[in-house]
C-alpha cells in the first residue's frame, strides 16, 4: 500500500510537472546568504490563495520538521540519517495533502508548485545533498508563505 500511495504522489508531481503551463521554478541556489532562488506562483488578483484545512496542517507540519533541523543544516552536522529522516517526515505530509487535496482548481494549481519544489528538495536529501534539499523545500515553505492564507505563518531565515 506504501508503494502505491509513493507511486501516486511521484505521478501526480510529474503530472504537473509536465502538464502544467506556467510551472517553472528558477535555479534552487539556496536563501539568505546562499543565494535566492524564485518561484514563479501567482496572487489571486493581488490576494493571496485560501486553502484548506489538509494543506495547513501538512505545511505547518513541514515548517516544523525544516524548522527544528534548521542549525544543523546550516552547520553541516545533520547526519545522513536524520537527513533521511527529514525526508521522509516531509513526504508524509505532502502524501497526506495528495491523498486528501480538495481544493479549488485554481488554488491547486498554485498550490501544486509549490509541492513540486518541496519534491524536489526531499529527492535531493534522499540523495545526501543536505543542504540543496533543505533550502529548495525552506524555499517553498517561504513562497508558500507569500502566497497562500496560513494563520500564523513565519518565513524561515
Not at 510551472?23 to 543565494?35: C, L
Not at 496542517?57 to 540519517?81: E, R, S
Request: charged share 15%; proline share 2%.
Amino acid at each position: 500500500m506504501r508503494t502505491v500511495k509513493s507511486f501516486t504522489t511521484v505521478a501526480v508531481a510529474l503530472a504537473l510537472a509536465l502538464g502544467s503551463a506556467g510551472i517553472a521554478a528558477a535555479q534552487s541556489q539556496g536563501h539568505d546568504s546562499h543565494g535566492a532562488g524564485a518561484i514563479e506562483i501567482t496572487l489571486n488578483d493581488g490576494a493571496k490563495w485560501q486553502g484548506d484545512q489538509n494543506m495547513i496542517t501538512g505545511m505547518t507540519a513541514i515548517h516544523g520538521t525544516m524548522a527544528a533541523n534548521l542549525t544543523a543544516i546550516h552547520n553541516g552536522t545533520l547526519p545522513a540519517d536524520a537527513a533521511n529522516g527529514v525526508a521522509a517526515d516531509v513526504q508524509k505530509q505532502v502524501d497526506f495533502m495528495v491523498e486528501n487535496c480538495v481544493l479549488e482548481p485554481e488554488v491547486d494549481e498554485q498550490f501544486h508548485i509549490v509541492l513540486g519544489e518541496v519534491m524536489t528538495g526531499i529527492s535531493a536529501l534522499e540523495a545526501g545533498e543536505v543542504e540543496t534539499g533543505a533550502v529548495t523545500i525552506v524555499q517553498a515553505l517561504n513562497a508558500y508563505g507569500e502566497h497562500f492564507e496560513h494563520p500564523g505563518w513565519q518565513m524561515i531565515d
